[in-house]
């Protein structure tokens, strides 16, 4: 008997799986150390679902900027905070109740692409800068500001003197 | 073979709810944000399979990806030193005591 079996699908199954196991982990694990540790797992797995999509671009700067940075950011600050853990017992219930509905709703609403294939083929650097800079521009120059502006921002804040 | 749009859709679907259910049952502030991650994350990838659909939208949809990114890092600077300014102020994390610093 031969048996082939596809790469790309055993690639998803561990991606999408190490994904939902970690989201699992960054919500319930008890240190939020750990918690920030598999944020960043989470990241990871993530970006291995993008080079599926076919955007290792998007994917080689999410582990950069989002894994390397932010997550990391994350990762090293909560090292300073001291953490109890702080349950809405009442909320759980509603929680479990809007989650499952969700779920239900877009579930059977992505129906409809069920059978849809991802287009093949990989997006270049090129693609996305082209259409950064042609359509996007004046998001980018939002986003650049956006970012320069939420820096000062976080270094002040952080400065801030306490007055007992 | 790639596997259909649905499983990445399915996929994006199951770690939304995972991130609302850790958002409205959690009240300290960094368990909060790492919820919201978690559901930027699920949002992030949402994004790209829909995106994959025609190729027409898929180099939109990567330029849209990377800004969404760089502005999720600016975010996390400001909610962590929000959440480190409070430690300092309030010595908790719970997002009741949020409202005492108004200013």
Known sequence: MNLQIDPHMIVFFIASIGALVSALLVVEHKSIVYASFF????????????????????????????????????????????EAPLVEPIARGVAVIAALEVLLLFSVGFRPLL??????????????????????SFALIIAALALATTMIEAITLARREVSS | MTPPIYWFLLTSVIMFCIGLYGLLTRRSLIRMLLSAEVIFNAALLALLSTASLSQD????????????????????????????????????????????LRG
């Open chain 1, 39 to 82: 944020l960043a797992l989470l990241g990871t797995s993530n970006a291995a679902l993008f080079v599926l999509l076919g955007y290792p671009i998007v994917s080689i700067f999410h582990l950069a900027v989002y894994v390397g940075a932010a997550v990391t950011f994350i990762l090293f600050s909560v090292v300073l905070l001291k």
């Open chain 1, 115 to 136: 059978e849809s294939e991802p287009v093949q083929g990989i997006i270049s650097l090129e693609e996305v800068s082209e259409v950064l800079v042609d359509k996007y």
């Open chain 2, 57 to 100: 939208f898929r180099p939109a949809g990567g330029a849209l990806t990377l800004l969404a990114i760089s502005l999720a890092a600016a975010e996390v600077g400001v909610i962590v030193s929000v959440a480190i300014l409070m430690f300092r102020l309030r010595e908790s994390l719970d997002i009741y005591e949020l409202k005492g």
